[in-house]
């Protein structure tokens, strides 16, 4: 059972950056999918991007248009997601999850994740 932690959100300007991590009580490297979601105020959550069991292939939104990049330090077992050139629209929680088995065809699907942290709020505002 995965326990996951998000941290680093905050107030940030518009056109500014933030570093999101997430720290998993359990090896992720080899074993798990991660993904980082955001879930507005009565929406339904929206996937943001994700990283694959070994790291080596990334997926992401098109609504983030190359701004975030997902990343993973296996041997700290967090994974961050760095958002650059940040909008108000931005401005929401986001949620790291996590999912051992999940086929690619899964990665943008927040449904098929079954762990997930309490999530960090950003707001991007002026």
């Known amino acids: 059972q995965a326990q996951l932690v998000e941290s680093g959100g905050g107030l940030v300007q518009p056109g500014g950056a933030l570093i999101l991590s997430c720290v998993a009580s359990?090896?992720?490297?080899?074993?798990?999918?991660t993904g980082w979601v955001r879930q507005a105020a009565g929406k339904e959550r929206e996937f943001v991007a994700a990283?694959?069991?070994?790291?080596?292939?990334?997926y992401y939104s098109d609504s983030v248009g190359g701004r975030f990049t997902i990343s993973r330090d296996n041997a700290k077992n967090t994974v961050y997601r760095q958002m650059n050139i940040l909008k108000h629209e931005d401005t929401t929680v986001y949620y790291c999850?996590?999912?051992?088995?999940?086929?690619?065809?899964?990665?943008?699907?927040?449904?098929?994740?079954?762990?997930w942290g309490q999530g960090t709020q950003v707001t991007v505002s002026s």
């Open positions: 999850g996590a999912e051992k088995r999940l086929n690619v065809s899964s990665y943008r699907d927040h449904s098929q994740y079954n762990f």
């Open positions: 990283i694959n069991q070994n790291g080596g292939s990334t």
């Open positions: 359990v090896r992720l490297h080899n074993r798990y999918v």
